[in-house]
């Protein structure tokens, strides 16, 4: 039994009542043919059908704010949050919003090649309708809501009821929010994230994300009840295939 097949036996994807719901257990992304995500390039067909078993194929109402976390830092989290949402903004035809609540490494301000200045912790802290925060990215309804103006405190905004309600204002002014989350391992934030959307994708690391990291992740992620909604085995070298 290879060491990914056991990492993924651990994750049990929540599928909560809809039964109907048919998430792969992983997807592989980064094969190995590339060294870095760039957001001017099409998605890969990985990319677009977890995008279509997460939020378009579904018989029921699919998830609208959905938390990305990597189990531990460079897990490339931020690349497939990145690239998870261009292709639902341009497949769905529907505003997303991608928001960036890494406050500890934060990337996606320079993966779209965008300011990081006037974001989350902005809108967390000042008045104002979210869409004032948020930059469009591409002509495709893509919205970016980076992280904004970072100090030694702010994670400690994402514990704030102002969390809340900005959250509940992103779901009402876009379809689908896609959030970039710090590693599982190393802080709560994508707990606490986690308990305000309607769940959560994990990121692995082929051959790198440790077996006893996974079992930690998933606990806390179960203890709070928030549904595992999908697993991403990324950057995987070997052929494609389902895990």
Request: proline share 5%.
């Amino acid at each position: 039994m290879s060491r990914n097949f056991e990492l993924m036996q651990k994750i049990d994807i929540d599928r909560k009542s809809r039964a109907s719901r048919t998430f792969e257990p992983a997807l592989q992304l980064n094969d190995g043919n590339n060294n870095g995500y760039t957001h001017r390039q099409p998605a890969g067909e990985k990319v677009l059908r977890l995008v279509q078993q997460i939020f378009l194929h579904q018989t029921q109402e699919p998830p609208r704010v959905v938390v990305f976390a990597g189990i531990d830092r460079g897990n490339g989290c931020s690349e497939i949050c990145a690239s998870v949402a261009e292709t639902l903004a341009k497949d769905a035809g529907r505003p997303v919003c991608l928001v960036e609540a890494n406050f500890r490494s934060p990337a996606l301000s320079e993966l779209f090649g965008t300011t990081n200045h006037h974001g989350l912790t902005d809108a967390l802290l000042q008045e104002g309708p979210i869409h004032s925060f948020a930059k469009l990215v591409t002509q495709d309804n893509l919205w970016l809501l980076s992280s904004g103006t970072l100090a030694a405190d702010s994670p400690s905004l994402l514990t704030s009821e102002r969390l809340r309600e900005r959250l509940d204002e992103l779901r009402r002014d876009f379809d689908s929010v896609i959030i970039d989350a710090p590693p599982l391992v190393r802080y709560s934030d994508a707990i606490v994230l986690g308990q305000l959307s309607d769940g959560l994708v994990l990121i692995l690391e082929a051959d790198s994300t440790r077996r006893e990291a996974v079992s930690v992740a998933v606990a806390n992620v179960r203890s709070v009840k928030v549904p595992i909604l999908a697993a991403v085995l990324n950057k995987r070298g070997l052929p494609e295939k389902y895990i």
